[in-house]
């Protein structure tokens, strides 16, 4: 599971910690994005700039769930479904935005644009990292 010591968004929040760490779930804190082993959702995450809550972003950019859809109450099973369906979209245009076609690259702006500006007014620094 944690192939070329990478680590998936599941893993950071929590999910995955039995079977990775051995431990039971209530012997680690788990991430704010997850709650009882599942996700609180896009519109109930900390600040939404989560790993989590960014597959959410990327799910509605690529038209995997629609906008209305923002993944609460969803299991570590189908939060590591729509992260594989991202994933493998994002691999054909290298992951980077700029390679995405005319539209999806503005809907990427208008999407991310909007998500940072709700996260700012939730606290969120993108000066910080991850774990900050």
Excluded at 69 to 88: A, H, I, N, Y
Aim: charged share 30%; hydrophobic share 35%; glycine share 10%.
């Amino acid at each position: 599971m944690n192939t070329c010591g990478l680590m998936t968004a599941l893993e950071r929040a929590g999910l995955v910690q039995e079977i990775v760490h051995n431990t039971p779930p209530t012997a680690l804190h788990l991430d704010e994005s997850m709650s009882d082993n599942k996700y609180v959702g896009f519109k109930n995450d900390k600040h939404g700039m989560t790993q989590l809550g960014r597959i959410v972003l990327d799910g509605w950019l690529f038209g995997f769930i629609p906008e209305t859809e923002d993944c609460t109450g969803w299991e570590m099973g189908r939060m590591q479904m729509l992260m594989d369906k991202v994933q493998d979209e994002w691999d054909k245009y290298g992951n980077l935005p700029s390679r995405l076609p005319d539209d999806l690259r503005q809907r990427h702006v208008e999407l991310y644009e909007k998500a940072m500006a709700l996260a700012k007014n939730k606290g969120w620094n993108p000066e910080l990292g991850e774990d900050d």
